[in-house]
């Protein structure tokens, strides 16, 4: 598994509903003050086992304010599935997604890291997935960390 993680002041996620418009989307997941926004792709090989310690991961990383965790400020987290963090680019001009799990391999892990996380004490938003999402973010700092499990 692979997290894109970045410590925000804030963050979003709004889907649109096939309408024309701002009225025609709903935000479905949505984090307010300091915290995480975290992008998580999935590939063939990962299990429940690494979904759970990408969750331990992602709960005690020191990376807000402080060198503190969202453990340490009960710091909420959103959590959107990502497939594109698994496209390789480095042949021709179109990227490859053959690295990346399909969507009924991925769509349950990454709902197991959203578990976990909320097992752990977190409180966890999300994206939805497979929709066409609209991610917005005030990156703290700029700070943005890569994490592999």
């Not at 990227?95 to 349950?108: F, I, M, Q, R, Y």
Request: aromatic content about 4%; charged content about 25%.
């Amino acid at each position: 598994m692979r997290a894109v993680v970045q410590r925000v002041d804030g963050a979003s996620v709004t889907v649109a509903d096939g309408t024309d418009g701002p009225a025609g989307s709903a935000v479905v997941g949505e984090i307010m003050g300091e915290g995480l926004c975290v992008l998580v792709g999935v590939t063939h090989e990962d299990t429940p086992e690494k979904a759970a310690q990408l969750a331990r991961k992602l709960w005690t990383v020191r990376i807000l304010d402080g060198e503190k965790s969202c453990s340490d400020v009960n710091a909420p987290i959103l959590v959107i599935s990502q497939f594109t963090l698994y496209g390789d680019a480095r042949k021709g001009r179109r990227p490859t997604w053959n690295a990346a799990a399909p969507g009924e391999v991925a769509e349950p892990l990454v709902e197991e890291v959203v578990a976990r996380l909320r097992a752990l004490g977190a409180q966890v938003e999300t994206g939805r997935f497979g929709a066409d999402m609209r991610v917005s973010l005030t990156n703290h700092g700029p700070f943005t960390v890569l994490i592999e499990v």
